[in-house]
Each structure stands twice: as C-alpha cells, then as structure tokens.
C-alpha cells in the first residue's frame, strides 16, 4: 500500500497543469512543478477563509447550495461585490447594491426577494467572495 501512495505521489509531480478536452497532446507530458492552489486562488491567505454555501439564492452567479466561497475580509465591499454579511443577526451570502445612498443585498435567483437595509439595520460585512469552489 505504501509503494502505491508514493507511486501517486509521483505521478500527481508529472501531471499536466493544462489539460485539453480535444484530442491528447504531447505537450500534456510536460511537467512545470507543483500547483500552489494558495497563490491561484488567495490574494492574502491570512484573510481569506471558506465558507460552505447552503440555499440557492445565489445560483445566477453561479454558486450553488454545497458549494465553498472563498472569503476575502482584506477587500472593501463595492456595489456589485458579491459579500458575506451579517445582517440583523442573520449570516447571509448575496450581492452587494449601494446606489444612490441606498444600500440592499439582492439574491441571484428571481425567487428571492432583494433585501433592503434600512437605516436603523445593522449591517456588518464579513468579506468579498473571491472564489466559488463546486465539484463537477
């Protein structure tokens, strides 16, 4: 069992960081090192951290109920931002609207309502969501 985890080991070194969906190609045989999914997917690691998504609010943006959100806390939040936010207690995960001194958080699905905040609300923003991790 032991040879055949190092012989994985191996193998995972030498595979291809590109893969085509055509037909195979000798260019797949080249190997340029190991994949830091930290400096892919991170701008900061120590302000970043995952979230599981659980709803379908946000499907239209393409973040779907079990998927993972990576979480930026070091970004500032902008109209259009997609945003963990705690609003009056409630943890919540949709877009960010601010326009015209008006500020809601609307969902990606037309069967949710969007969320207005209101002056006496609170509102805490918990990070930008920079990353959406699914499995296919």
């Not at 590109?18 to 994949?35: C, E, I, K, N």
Request: net charge neutral.
């Amino acid at each position: 069992m032991h040879q055949q985890s190092r012989a994985s080991e191996r193998a995972l070194r030498r595979a291809p960081r590109v893969v085509h969906a055509g037909f195979p190609s000798p260019a797949q045989d080249y190997y340029s090192g190991p994949v830091d999914l930290n400096r892919h997917l991170m701008r900061d690691p120590t302000t970043t951290y995952v979230l599981r998504v659980s709803g379908d609010s946000m499907i239209g943006a393409g973040i779907f109920d079990g998927d993972e959100v990576l979480v930026d806390r070091g970004l500032d939040a902008r109209d259009g931002s997609v945003v963990v936010a705690v609003l009056n207690g409630e943890l919540t995960l949709k877009r960010l609207l601010q326009r015209g001194g008006v500020t809601a958080l609307q969902p990606e699905n037309p069967r949710f309502p969007t969320i207005p905040v209101a002056a006496h609300d609170d509102l805490e923003i918990w990070g930008v969501v920079t990353r959406c991790l699914h499995r296919v």
